[in-house]
């Protein structure tokens, strides 16, 4: 009877522990974000870990490139994206009441030659023959905004021959830093990350595409930790991390 009594009495902790640990992973998310919010949403990780105790783990990627893995199927709880149509494009992954814009940014021309520190864009024309780096300016968001800014500025079809696209904007910003390319088009947040590079122009608000980042908890996911996790970005304390990295509020909450 004792040893019948202390099987049971094993399986009962087993069972606990078990339970236990399920809600503990439950809460516990992986986020996939643009990554354009490298920095910030490591800084933001770090902060909700130390808050809540629960893990964030991140794969960062072109927004394109992380639509299309979610539309595929990828497991994930949070997507974060640098573009509104991307993330219309796996409205049949997000739960749909969830999805709220979390940061917004402004897109620029740097370049590693700090002499050209507030040229403006009349310092990229007579140099156009220098190599300008862009994320893919057909599928990622940086890109896209880029070329709809250049062709604004009248500059598009000069630019074309000397364009060298990359597969997201950080890959952009690294050729700039090696002096791989003279010139590049990234978010201004990118620009103010590095004191390597110089910020050459602002590009007109006007003249590109409203940049927000949408974000969206994910049908197969934790649901619950992955809207608290969203919640966070959007409260004071988050969008004080967004700032401090140099990104706008969020549109709705702009002054």
């Known amino acids: 009877m004792l040893l019948h009594r202390l099987i049971s009495l094993a399986i009962a902790a087993c069972l606990s522990f078990g339970v236990g640990s399920a809600s503990a992973r439950a809460d516990d998310i992986t986020v996939f974000a643009a990554s354009s919010l490298y920095d910030v949403l490591t800084d933001a990780g770090d902060t909700w870990q130390a808050n809540t105790g629960n893990a964030v783990t991140f794969s960062f990627a072109a927004t394109s490139t992380l639509a299309r893995q979610i539309d595929a199927g990828a497991p994930a709880d949070v997507f974060i994206a640098a573009s509104a149509d991307w993330m219309d494009t796996v409205t049949g992954r997000i739960i ?62 000069d630019a074309v021959p000397f364009v060298v696209q990359t597969r997201n904007v950080r890959a952009a910003l690294q050729l700039v830093r090696t002096g791989e390319a003279r010139f590049g088009v990234v978010y201004l947040t990118d620009a103010l990350g590095f004191d390597d590079v110089a910020l050459v122009a602002r590009f007109d608000p006007g003249t590109y595409p409203a940049i927000r980042y949408p974000a969206a908890a994910l049908t197969d996911g934790h649901e619950a930790a992955a809207r608290g996790f969203i919640a966070f970005l959007r409260s004071d304390a988050g969008q004080a991390i967004f700032a401090r990295h140099g990104f706008a509020p969020p549109p709705d909450q702009a002054q």
């Open 96 to 157: 749909a009441d969830s999805r709220v814009d979390v940061a917004g940014n402004a897109l620029v021309v740097i370049s590693g030659d700090m002499a050209l520190l507030g040229a403006g864009l009349a310092a990229v024309v007579p140099d156009m023959n220098a190599r300008l780096a862009m994320a893919s300016v057909d599928a990622v968001p940086a890109g896209i905004y880029g070329k709809a800014a250049l062709r604004a500025a009248g500059l598009w079809n």
